[in-house]
């Protein structure tokens, strides 16, 4: 296995045993698949990348690269593009690869492990579709990037009209590690009828305002932003998020204020400030803005503050759906496996399947909890 | 030397090899003396503790302990005091240790480092006092720890009216790493004439209320807040900072937020989330604070973007004293042994001192440049 591996990406076999050793190579099962996933960029290969084997075959499946954040759009574009920009939605979500292994459709995470959870949703959901559209493709060189929306996922939970409880839109196709230009994407996704991002316009690198307008209609839907791609991804794309994004994303955040903390804060702030520098806000309108991230830090984390000190836990709640009361065990035990343990508040039957209210305990909890015991902070 | 460290420390010489090898222990010199300081906790000596070294002599000063920080007064100071509780005030500069060594006032940085402007100023200052104190005290065994304040001084400037140009304030006595009783230490410095930072009250520990209106009338004159010491040092100190210093602060440190950034902000941010919950803020008043927390934020960042925007370089700027241009060189280099490039703007004499004008550049500067030059953000 580790000489698969150490072939596959191109390494020594003793490197390879090392990186296993120090885990930054993690290797792991599901349903009798076996594969490796890489915990940071390794030899070429992005954090996220997995190696899957079976008996007489493996199969690499790149980590999505990160994109870079513009914060100055009138700098950036013109700057970053040759000709044209296809400004796509950002969906928020999480980012999910979707791959064809042993004619089986597997969900693949940002990280680098099979969500059993997402595997199974997805199935149900669109799971011939993804089939046919793979084996149009090339399932042996193809997979799909897409971000899986809507509340129902142990993630991140926005609510989206057009899938209020869980939906995925493909937002690249990409080729042993390239990505197609977004006009295959579009043609091959809507031929199977799986979803794609909506593209939201294809404007001149220019006309940078036409641009702005649409995000500030983003903004006034409360969706998160754009990602600006090349028709023909001969530069890589650029993501640029709303301020509703930036501001509602530190509301959410500070109610677990421990766990995010530090970098969390200041990298929306840091946006918010370059916002507000190429927009010319000033007076009374910066003002508002002070105030409205003032109390997007302050408000949800006093509140938090409060529940605790009444006694009542502090937790993320979800609620799932499962086919039965193995693929639930599944889902906890891979879970686990990550290190977060989750409690089942309360399962039923409804519609055939089986759901489930689950809470994840917060860092914020236990430490909190200790500051209102001492009154003192473990911080500076 | 290493043998002196190691017996100094108690630690085996192969490992104080170690140590300085990965720069963990730091030999520096100052005038003549020899010393070495260490970066981080070691063997039960805080991090800046500094063995000298002379001959045939060797001292070992201790670093000045970290000071756990109270976010909730109410249940903070009833459950770790024993009965009283000293209040002092806690001044707005930076701290420093002063021994006396071959007879010498040698002034010893937080971190652990002979700064020689420091050393200077101190000595022209106090340097007979100083002296007289810890000769009276035994010099071998005793060091001063205080707080430099004023604004000559190239690390913090804050004004206070009681030292505008350079004030040095004690507050703590040590013999050999421990501290006497807050009444021995205004004795002694009292005596000799060496100012001790103010005491402003000493209460029953059940007393918070009136801690607190210490605390307001601190928060009402915009200084920084108090240290709470036991009046025989019998449990460690605690410190409370006034809601001015946490937000003046974030308005100070803004205006270079790529370097403050992460830690800072969210530390402050930390403070204001306790103290709001501890005041009951809500409505107007948690209004209010949300609009000053967002504006010392977002007001300074995007004032320093600007004026990056306009071709200004962002950098700190100070007025220093110095008897001669022998001792604006000797700072010049120990500043650039740190690795911080001072610009010297201009020097001129005044009253028989030389002054300089000093600009330390700042890596927001070449950060934020970066990003008005390309759009976009090296953070995610």
């Known amino acids: 296995m580790l000489d698969v591996i150490a072939d596959s990406l191109g390494l020594d076999r003793e490197r390879v045993e090392g990186l296993v050793r120090s885990r930054v190579i993690r290797i792991r099962g599901y349903r009798g698949l076996l594969y490796a996933s890489l915990r940071r960029e390794l030899a070429g290969y ?10 007489d075959w493996s199969r690499v499946i790149h980590g999505y690269p990160p994109i870079q954040r513009a914060v100055l759009l009138r ?11 296809v400004v796509e939605e950002k969906l928020n979500g999480y980012n999910v690869r979707v791959a064809l292994i042993d004619d089986r459709v597997v969900a693949i995470t940002r990280g680098g492990l099979i969500c059993p959870y997402t595997t199974a949703r997805l199935n149900r959901l669109l799971g011939p579709k993804l089939r046919e559209a793979l084996r149009e493709l090339g399932p042996e060189e193809h997979y799909l990037a897409g971000e899986v929306i809507g509340l129902e996922n142990p993630y991140t939970r926005y609510f989206y009209p057009e899938a209020p409880r869980f939906g995925y839109f493909v937002f690249d196709v990409f080729r042993e590690g390239k990505p197609l230009p977004p006009r295959r994407r579009d043609e091959v996704t809507e031929k199977h009828g799986v979803p ?12 940078v305002d036409e641009i702005r307008g649409i995000i500030a209609k983003l903004h006034r839907e409360g969706r998160e932003g754009v990602v600006l791609k090349d028709p023909e991804y001969r530069v890589n794309p ?5 301020p509703a994004t930036n501001i509602g994303d530190l509301r959410i955040g500070m109610r677990f204020f421990m766990e995010e903390g530090r970098s969390f804060l200041f990298s929306r702030i840091l946006r918010e400030i370059f916002r507000a520098y190429e927009e010319g806000l000033e007076g009374p309108k910066l003002d508002s803005l002070a105030l409205e991230l003032g109390s997007a830090i302050l408000r949800p984390a006093i509140e938090t503050v409060k529940q605790i000190a009444r006694g009542e836990m502090v937790a993320e709640e979800f609620e799932l759906e499962f086919a039965n009361a193995d693929e639930l065990n599944e889902f906890l035990d891979y879970m686990a496996s990550l290190g977060i343990d989750l409690i ?4 039923w039957e409804e519609n055939g399947y089986l759901r489930a209210r689950i809470k994840k305990p917060k860092d914020t909890w236990i430490e909190v909890r200790k500051i209102l015991e001492t009154g003192l902070t473990p911080i500076d």
Chains 1, 2 share one sequence.
């Not at 992005?46 to 008996?55: D, S």
């Not at 700098?75 to 920009?85: C, L, M, Y």
Request: hydrophobic share 40%; glycine share 8%; net charge positive.
């Open 46 to 55: 992005p954090e996220g990348t997995v190696v899957i084997f079976g008996r």
């Open 75 to 85: 700098v950036a574009v013109p700057r970053h593009f040759i000709d044209r920009v």
């Open 196 to 207: 794609h991002v909506p593209v939201l316009g294809i404007v001149d690198k220019d006309n």
């Open 238 to 242: 650029l993501k640029y998020t709303t």
């Open 344 to 347: 089942v508040e309360k399962t």
